[in-house]
């Protein structure tokens, strides 16, 4: 019998996408009131441009505990006119970051490529909203509501739970007449996790591959880094860009930085490293 097999290590194979975060929210975690203003969010876009971003995600809600809510009619005053600005000056995917079953319909009449929703289209209109487009649907799962998430989250395998609310979502999806193809999963980390639960997942996030679909990664700056390292929020990178790369080798096709120079730069890194792997075939009997 002969065994043959290729060595793989260090080689992805994955498509790599970096979605660079634009935060137009007042309260936002760390991004807060910089951006509020249309010329200086075009400016950071244009920047994230010039350093190879692939896909803009604009969020109009903060989802970080204890973050005031936003009205459906603040979160498209917030959203769409940098969308449609967005869109209008650049050639760039852009992604919206929200809950909100009208915000969604106003961003795919505005050009979105994107809907990227932490509630993974469970609240009321949402799958009627994006099924008759052609936009891609982000499904993040999230433990709980942020106000509490971070309170006592539980799991009896974190990975294990996860798939399971993916498989539902994803049924749902299809039965609604969802195309599968534009569908992409994303854990959450940090969405009612322990810091104990995002090292398990991103220790395995191989497993989510099962799915068969592509997989979104958001780590940069989290406390799941400035917690790991105690290390406050300017001071993540280092631990972001490790993060990532981790979830890239595991299979992560896109992953939401705040970084997008230093995070294409290390993508690049290991491309280079993937593109120049010796092929070892080895051949046993
Ligand atoms: C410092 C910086 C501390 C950022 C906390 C944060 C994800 C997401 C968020 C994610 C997807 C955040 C909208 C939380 N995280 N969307 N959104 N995946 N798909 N917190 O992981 O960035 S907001």
Not at 101 to 109: C, D, L, P, R, S
Request: a negative charge; charged letters at 20%; aromatic letters at 4%.
């Amino acid at each position: 019998m002969s065994l043959n097999t290729t060595n793989n290590d260090c080689l992805i194979t994955n498509p790599v996408k970096v979605m660079g975060i634009v935060n137009v929210t007042p309260d936002s975690f760390s991004d807060g009131g910089k951006f509020a203003d249309i010329d200086n969010a075009l400016a950071q876009v244009e920047c994230m441009i010039a350093n190879g971003v692939d896909i803009i995600d604009i969020g109009g809600e903060s989802t970080r505990p204890g973050a005031i809510e936003v009205s459906e009619h603040d979160e498209i005053a917030r959203v769409i006119p940098l969308l449609r600005a967005i869109k209008s000056r650049f050639d760039i995917d852009v992604s919206i970051d929200t809950s909100k079953a009208n915000v969604m319909k106003a961003a795919i009449e505005n050009n979105a490529d994107m809907i990227n929703d932490v509630r993974a289209l469970q609240n009321k209109g949402c799958i009627e909203a994006v099924k008759d487009s052609n936009v891609e649907v982000c499904l993040m799962h999230m433990q709980g509501m942020p106000r509490t998430m971070q309170t006592n989250p539980q799991y009896g395998n974190v990975i294990d739970d996860i798939i399971t609310f993916f498989n539902q979502r994803i049924a749902d999806c299809l039965q609604a007449g969802i195309e599968r193809n534009r569908l992409i999963l994303d854990p959450g980390f940090g969405f009612g996790k322990t810091l104990a639960h995002n090292y398990h997942l991103l220790a395995n996030l191989n497993r989510f591959n099962q799915l068969d679909l592509p997989l979104l990664a958001g780590i940069s700056r989290k406390s799941m880094i400035g917690n790991l390292l105690n290390r406050d929020v300017e001071q993540r990178l280092a631990g972001s860009l490790t993060a990532a790369i981790v979830a890239v080798q595991q299979g992560a096709s896109i992953i939401r930085v705040h970084d997008v120079q230093e995070s294409v730069d290390a993508v690049a890194i290991l491309k280079a490293v993937a593109q120049y792997k010796e092929k070892i075939s080895l051949v046993s009997q």
